[in-house]
């Protein structure tokens, strides 16, 4: 009778690791995507640009994917590219259409900024600890420094809007990933671009101020979806919008989230079944043995106000929409992504894949309403 000898559990598990590293090293150089030390993390949702692990299978939306040991493994990259392919024209004003040339600035029902830090609701001595406990989702990739925290320039930064010529482009706002649509989305007519047309309708009609949206396909290359290096083929087409419309102070990337098919991120506002709303901030570092390293070839010089933007649009929602369950945390992320081409920049996640079009288009107007406040239009 033969006796099989078991593998020695230490040698099975080396041999595993040994061969998940050579799968990353191909699936890298498969997607063009540079390894850097410190890029794979365990985390719990789906980051746009990160190496990491689930234990449970989420969907991909075009990720690269690669399975090992029932464990997915999703790549992606956020790196500068040495040849940045736009298979679309470059977009410019004649492109874009105020939704009423007629239109004049309106006051906003709702309170000023100055009003909705005292409505806020917070403790008097408001420091790093409580921040972190109470508004942001720190996942561990990402490098944090409390010298980040700017608790006094967050709580009194002025954005309200410059008083220029009101027929002059004020609000930018697009999507790095135009492909991402909702449950009972027939075509991405009827995704993330219908959440971006809505919000620049009611910012012009209802609060007069001056919104326009772009409707480059970022995440597209000769027509076919491919999410990696949207973000880089995004930068030069909003960069160059901006050079040449120098009245735009605010630029506003608007997605949807990826999350567990059986999350449902929603509550009521109004009445109105409504998406749950999330801000994402890019720290422009990593998480090195504890040590917030810098990702050099990524640098933000406006990370203190686009903290402080992200901030006081969280604090705007807490006094509107009190008790509504109507934000999740801000997330920090390790990269900068859209957020350092103005100070005043925004990115957003409206609900996920498994929110239909109505409960994401709900929530565009206390959105809207948040971004009047901040932006100086409130009474």
């Known amino acids: 009778m033969l006796i099989r000898k078991r593998k020695n559990p230490l040698l099975k598990f080396i041999s595993r690791l040994v061969l998940l590293c050579g799968l990353i090293v191909i699936a890298a150089v498969l997607v063009r995507s540079d390894i850097t030390v410190g890029q794979i993390f365990l985390h719990e949702t789906m980051p746009d640009y990160s190496f990491f692990l689930r234990s449970e299978p989420v969907e991909s939306d075009n990720r690269h994917t690669v399975f090992f040991n029932e464990m997915e493994l999703f790549i992606g990259h956020e790196q500068p590219s040495d040849e940045i392919i ?4 470059i977009i410019g004003l004649q ?3 105020f939704q009423d040339e007629k239109i004049g600035r309106k006051a906003a029902e709702i309170p000023a900024m100055r009003d909705i830090i005292s409505l806020a609701n917070l403790p008097d001595m408001l420091d790093f600890d409580y ?3 109470n508004f942001y989702i720190v996942p561990q990739e990402t490098g944090l420094s409390e010298s980040d925290f700017d608790i006094q320039h967050m709580l009194t930064a002025d954005f309200s809007l410059s008083s220029g010529n009101i027929d002059e482009p004020q609000v930018l706002v697009f999507n790095t990933h135009s492909n ?3 449950i009972d989305s027939k075509d991405r007519s009827e995704g993330v671009k219908a959440l971006s047309i809505r919000l620049c309708q009611i910012l ?3 609060y007069g101020i001056r919104a326009v949206y772009t409707t480059g396909d970022f995440d597209f290359v000769n027509g076919v979806p491919h999410v990696l290096g949207a973000y880089e083929r995004m930068e030069p087409v909003i960069t160059r919008l901006l050079e040449e419309n120098p009245s735009i102070e605010v630029v506003i990337d608007i997605h949807r989230d990826g999350v567990a098919p059986d999350r449902h991120l929603i509550t009521t506002i109004d009445g109105r079944p409504t998406a749950q709303l999330m801000f994402v901030n890019g720290m422009s570092r990593v998480n090195s043995g504890g040590n917030p390293v810098s990702v050099a ?3 933000n010089p406006n990370l203190q106000d686009n903290l402080a933007f992200s ?3 969280q604090l705007a929602a807490a006094s509107l929409y009190p008790d509504s369950n109507l ?3 801000i997330y920090l992320k390790p990269f900068r992504y859209s957020l350092h081409m103005l100070p005043r920049s925004l990115l957003v996640e409206v609900g996920a894949q498994t929110n239909t079009l109505e409960e994401a288009l709900n929530a565009i107007d206390p959105l809207a309403s948040m971004l009047a406040a901040v932006l100086g239009h409130g009474q």
């Open 131 to 133: 921040l972190i406990r």
């Open 204 to 206: 012009n009609e209802r």
């Open 86 to 89: 736009i298979d679309h024209d």
């Open 95 to 97: 492109d874009i259409v």
């Open 311 to 313: 901030f006081q649009m």
């Open 297 to 299: 070839h990524l640098p």
């Open 327 to 329: 934000m999740r945390r």
């Open 180 to 182: 991402e649509m909702f």
